[in-house]
């Protein structure tokens, strides 16, 4: 053979031994394929289940958040019942001693005594509700829990010391929600005799 017909032997020599590797692997191909269609299957299935998880935690989240909302209102709105309740013994008492007062033949003792009463139905429930008075008489001025009205000289008294109590001041819960106020005692001034007499 010449050489121009050896090169075209050998080059259809590997065309024909490619053409037998693709129709020997084609077989193979297939089986992959069909495993292939199924791993996509059960991912695309897998896939679809964790997208339904997760629009059922998103909608399970949207309801937890609207209920805590509507729950956070409520405190809100009726967290005072409570409160509101044992107010109402309260109020019915004054009714009833205004009404008691009025009358014809009223006994201020009794008006007195009930009023009295009343007083103590309602520091009872401050005392439930952990309301407690600030009635800083003798102690130090303090201007965090005391608003001082004024401001009088008193010889017996340390300066800067809460002498009266004009009205009671209350905290909640160990926080001020009202100011005591009050009168402060100050250091007497010296007269002019009095420090005529020094010199």
């Known amino acids: 053979m010449t050489d121009v017909e ?25 089986v992959d394929v069909a495993e292939l269609q199924k791993r996509l299957a059960e991912a695309e299935a897998a896939q679809q289940d964790a997208n339904d998880k997760l629009l059922r935690a998103h ?31 309260i109020i019915d008492s004054l009714e009833f001693g205004l009404v008691a007062a009025s009358a014809d033949d009223a006994d201020i003792t009794k008006v007195r005594e009930g009023t009295e009463l009343t007083i103590k139905m ?5 005392d439930k509700f952990g309301i407690n008075s600030v009635h800083p008489i003798d102690e130090a001025f303090d201007p965090e829990f005391h608003q001082a009205m004024t401001m009088i000289e008193h010889p017996e008294k340390e300066p800067n010391t809460v002498i009266d109590v004009m009205q009671k001041g209350y905290m909640l819960n160990n926080r001020l929600i009202r100011p005591a ?7 007497p001034a010296n007269t002019d005799k009095e420090s005529d007499e020094k010199t």
């Open 181 to 187: 106020m009050v009168v402060v005692s100050k250091a």
């Open 6 to 30: 050896n090169s075209t032997t050998e080059e259809e020599v590997p065309e024909q031994d490619t053409t037998e590797q693709e129709q020997a692997a084609s077989p193979t191909d297939e």
């Open 59 to 89: 909608a399970e989240m949207e309801n937890i958040r609207r209920r805590s909302e509507r729950e956070l209102e409520n405190a809100h709105k009726y967290g005072m019942e409570k409160f509101a309740t044992e107010l109402l013994p």
């Open 122 to 126: 309602l520091a009872s429930m401050f």
